[in-house]
């Protein structure tokens, strides 16, 4: 089954940046729109941004706009969350996935890959 691999996940300080990275491990997705998502021990996996397939059109949760940024990549198939002015709270397992339905809801998308952990001590 076609799955996307999640990178770039690490340890940062309250303040600091991180950059997120997703690839296919097969076929290509380049038609797909695309998002990111996390997910907090104990907690429900949660809606951070989204891409459209062209890279046009760029959605982002209240938590994160203007600090987090979704990008593709100059082929379209990979698909990037630059992170900026880190906080705490932003400590989550981070997930990709293709959207297959209308919502922002993790059911509504699907090819999840094992995730990426970032960290944030204060």
């Known amino acids: 089954q076609e799955q996307l691999v999640e990178s770039g996940g690490g340890l940062v300080q309250a303040g600091g940046s991180l950059r997120l990275s997703c690839a296919p491990s097969?076929?290509?997705?380049?038609?797909?729109?695309m998002g990111w998502f996390r997910q907090a021990p104990g907690k429900e996996r949660e809606f951070v941004a989204a891409?459209?397939?062209?890279?046009?059109?760029?959605y982002y949760a209240d938590s994160v706009n203007g600090r987090f940024t979704i990008s593709r990549g100059h082929a379209k198939n990979e698909v990037y969350l630059q992170m900026n002015s880190l906080k705490p709270e932003d400590t989550a397992l981070y997930y990709c996935?293709?959207?297959?339905?209308?919502?922002?809801?993790?059911?509504?998308?699907?090819?999840w890959g094992q995730g990426t952990q970032v960290t944030v001590s204060s």
């Open positions: 097969g076929r290509t997705f380049s038609n797909y729109n």
């Open positions: 996935g293709i959207q297959i339905a209308g919502g922002r809801a993790a059911k509504d998308f699907r090819s």
């Open positions: 891409i459209t397939w062209s890279g046009g059109n760029t």
